[in-house]
């Protein structure tokens, strides 16, 4: 039979911890396997105060292959709410439990503020030191309620709750959320660096659903010199394979990212690289907040009422439709010097497949831009009618397309610490902004016909139209290329269109 240690109400919370996680909790899958007079003879005091029994320890996790990203704050990993600022509506650990919940009050929310510059925040113990890659922020739910924007820090250390004189690191700069829905960010400033900790802060309150922090364990080792270590600590730890960067320390160059050129004009040695040590990014899924630094995201949205903040939603053709207005504006401003005139069309694009694979990391060698206007692909879908003629659509009907962008540097070129990769549904159109640094369309698993909204002058091998960069110019033969995964591997087998 059981036995069970007797612990007296008044000393619970003292013996246990308040911070703990609540093991017993159904959302954690807890449940009572056995019963018997004499244990609940020993927790009827915890009964009558607590109306339930609860249990609270700390989750000892059984983690994959290290190569593999998992989400490590999340409960199962171990990931612990440390400290939180305010958590007067909702909970702060309820950020980790798993799946999207079932209303506001299963999220973490805290007490309204109207005083100027507020802002509330968690702290969050990882599961294991790790190498972080991306954030998901779920708003679920919280639709008048949610923050206007966050911002994400990190740090390394070896204590629980982290001190006051550590140093927080940027891993997400601060960013607009939107109503009801999952938002998916790529990390800045974590190549190379292992955390134990991050902190979310939200402005200036309000609710959100979940966070997910995912990236790659980090494994003890006695090779400590392998890490360059962001805060040191008792214990050692080396990155994983897959996250090797071997542009460290290369004449000062931090990553390979800044100063690829070179300093002052110079261009760095030359340094033969193998594939796997080149820069890789997570490709996430496409949100207007994410793309929002590199132009717009042009879909409807199931539910209207968590559109995107400013998006303006009517009824429309005698309430059989719902109108999203002004979702991406159609720019140009060519120089008057240009003495051509340029003009607004609509063109079509049959993309094809070019080996990016779901699940696989994909090797970027070239970037555009469109220096004068932007550039908008919407997604045409499929439809053949035989019997009719009417044979040009598509046979089979992509789902998603790969979209790849970065921001004008100092020097006139791609800055590869903006660069970003997406991974599109052909619900959604994209449109780029003026000078936005981006790769040509790249179609996953079959052709997408795509609608191209774009202004130009017209005259073949023009720049002003379009200007076409080789990633070998960045750094020679330092970098190659940008290795994106389109982490699409979990969606279900797609299966033929059928048409008439």
């Not at 990993?77 to 919940?101: D, I, K, T």
């Not at 996250?243 to 290369?250: F, K």
């Not at 800044?258 to 820069?279: E, F, Q, T, W, Y």
């Not at 207007?288 to 939603?313: C, L, M, N, S």
Request: proline share 7%; net charge neutral.
């Amino acid at each position: 039979m059981a036995k069970y240690h007797v612990i007296e109400v008044e000393d619970f919370h003292g013996k246990l911890g308040a911070a703990g996680t609540e093991l017993s909790s159904v959302a954690l899958g807890g449940k009572v396997v056995a019963v018997s007079d004499d244990f609940f003879a020993d927790v009827t005091n915890l009964i009558k105060v607590e109306g339930r029994f609860r249990a609270y320890g700390e989750v000892s996790p059984i983690f994959p292959d290290p190569s593999k990203a998992i989400d490590l704050a999340h409960v199962f990993s171990g990931g612990r709410v440390v400290y939180v600022s305010n958590q007067h509506f909702g909970g702060g650990p309820n950020l980790l439990l798993p799946g999207r919940g079932k209303d506001m009050g299963d999220g973490w929310e805290t007490r309204r503020s109207r005083l100027p510059g507020h802002k509330d925040f968690v702290v969050i113990r990882l599961g294991a030191p790790g190498v972080l890659e991306e954030v998901e922020i779920d708003t679920a739910h919280f639709k008048g309620n949610f923050p206007e924007s966050c911002e994400l820090h990190a740090t390394r250390t070896g204590s629980t709750i982290p001190h006051d004189d550590v140093t927080w690191t940027t891993i997400l700069s601060r960013t607009k959320l939107g109503p009801h829905r999952r938002h998916f960010f790529q990390l800045e400033n974590v190549l190379g660096k292992i955390y134990t900790h991050v902190r979310l802060t939200i402005y200036p309150d309000g609710g959100i659903k979940r966070i997910r922090v995912i990236g790659r364990r980090a494994e003890a080792h006695k090779e400590s010199a392998e890490v360059e270590a962001h805060e040191p600590t008792t214990t050692p730890f080396k990155v994983p394979p897959p996250q090797t960067i071997a542009l460290n320390g290369v004449n000062g160059f931090v990553n390979g990212i800044k100063g690829i050129n070179g300093i002052n004009g110079h261009h760095a040695p030359v340094v033969k690289r193998r594939p796997s040590d080149l820069l890789r990014i997570p490709a996430v899924p496409l949100t207007p907040e994410a793309f929002a630094k590199f132009g717009h995201v042009i879909q409807a949205w199931a539910d209207p009422t968590a559109v995107p903040k400013g998006v303006r939603v009517t009824s429309a053709n005698q309430g059989t439709a719902h109108k999203f207005h002004r979702l991406a504006p159609t720019t140009s401003f060519y120089p008057e010097s240009s003495k051509v005139q340029a003009l607004s069309a609509i063109s079509v694009f049959r993309s094809t497949p070019v080996g990016a694979k779901p699940g696989e990391d994909w090797q970027v060698k070239i970037l555009e831009r469109h220096a004068y206007t932007s550039q908008a692909f919407i997604p045409m879908g499929t439809g053949r009618i035989d019997h009719l003629g009417l044979d040009d659509g598509l046979n089979d009907g992509g789902r998603a397309y790969l979209v790849i962008v970065a921001l004008n540097g100092g020097d006139d070129s791609p800055d590869l610490s903006t660069l970003r990769a997406f991974v599109a549904t052909t619900a959604q159109g994209i449109s780029y902004s003026p000078g936005i640094w981006h790769h040509p369309m790249i179609s996953l698993e079959t052709p997408i016909d795509f609608a191209c909204v774009e202004t130009q002058i017209g005259e073949p091998n023009n720049k002003m139209d379009c200007e076409i960069l080789d990633m070998e110019q960045l750094g020679r033969d330092i970098l190659k290329g940008v290795v994106v995964g389109a982490e699409l591997s979990t969606l279900p087998k797609k299966q033929p269109d059928k048409h008439l």
